[in-house]
């Protein structure tokens, strides 16, 4: 698995980020799906600070961002990094909002959507949400994983449900990292599968949780939204967080200056299309 090799490329703190924005990541999926159900099985990471923090010292989720077909700017601060770097076609593309716009692009084609993660029942409610604003969508089928490492007899028959299901599309909600591995791990067994890592997508797209307003968003404090929302759980994470980006933002702007620039690249220092 690499990523695809239409679409440029830059990196943060060693995270490979695709240079896209959503309408370029449909056309992605796209010509993934055209290319038939013997393709192997692929799957899109939704990248924000946290996670390119969090990569920084776990070896399987960095490694994951390099076996992805897309690994898109989920986090606006990350998507103007790409601008930064004078990749113009970066722009934020939220997991949150990929739901909804993967499901109406793909209706008339037919895509088949299985959604894996959340609570209990949280999987089949966002399917029922999402019959009901796209008219004619294909629900292959729905899926709770445990809260616990699966067996080994538990791991096949799952991707045996979702090989038999047809489905091309697989929404995954387990958060970061876990859902990342996740499609690494099982990406290679399902064929013809485009996975799709949207974690919280799952809670906000059913209304279960509120997402920030829109103000929030463009300003990217979307972050201070939710530790606003859940201070207990998220105030240390971003604490965290926050300046540990930074700190990696900057030492790349400062190698990227140091550095000679081969000919040939753009103003990211990376070629324009590029496979990590």
């Known amino acids: 698995m690499a990523h695809d090799p239409l679409v440029p490329s830059f990196t943060i703190g060693g995270v ?32 924000d600070a946290h996670g390119v923090v969090r990569a920084q010292t776990d070896a399987a989720l960095r490694a994951a961002h390099h076996d992805a077909l897309l690994v898109c700017a989920d986090g606006r601060p990350v998507s103007w990094i790409g601008r930064w770097r004078g990749l113009s076609t970066t722009r934020q ?18 895509w088949r959507h299985y959604f894996l993660g959340g609570g209990d029942g949280v999987a089949d409610l966002l399917a029922t949400t999402m019959r009901a604003r796209v008219p004619g969508l294909q629900v292959a089928g729905i899926e709770t994983p445990p809260f616990r490492p ?13 090989r038999a299901s047809g489905a091309q599309i ?33 809670d906000v797209a059913t ?29 240390r994470r971003y604490l965290d967080t926050i300046p540990r ?32």
């Not at 995954?172 to 996740?182: N, S, Y």
């Not at 463009?218 to 929302?229: D, I, P």
């Not at 990227?256 to 590029?274: C, E, F, K, M």
Request: glycine letters at 12%; hydrophobic letters at 45%.
């Open 16 to 47: 490979p980020v695709s240079a896209t924005d959503m309408d370029g990541l449909i056309a992605a999926l796209g010509r993934r799906l055209a290319a038939g159900p013997a393709q192997p099985g692929t799957f899109v990471v939704f990248r």
């Open 93 to 110: 593309v939220p997991g949150i909002e990929s739901v909804a716009a993967v499901c109406r692009a793909g209706a008339a084609q037919g």
């Open 150 to 162: 699966l067996t080994d007899t538990e791991t096949e028959a799952m991707r045996a449900r979702i």
């Open 170 to 202: 697989v929404w995954v909600g387990l958060g970061t990292p876990k859902q990342e591995v996740f499609m690494a791990a099982h990406a290679p067994h399902l064929p013809g599968t485009i996975a799709m890592g949207v974690g919280a997508a799952f």
């Open 207 to 235: 209304g279960r949780i509120p997402r920030a307003p829109k103000m929030l968003q463009v300003a990217g404090l979307e972050w201070a939204y939710r530790v606003a929302r859940e201070p207990r759980r998220l105030w």
């Open 245 to 276: 980006f930074l700190a990696i933002a900057a030492r790349d702007a400062i190698s990227a200056r140091r550095a000679p620039r081969p000919s040939g690249t753009g103003a990211s220092g990376r070629t324009g299309s590029s496979a990590a």
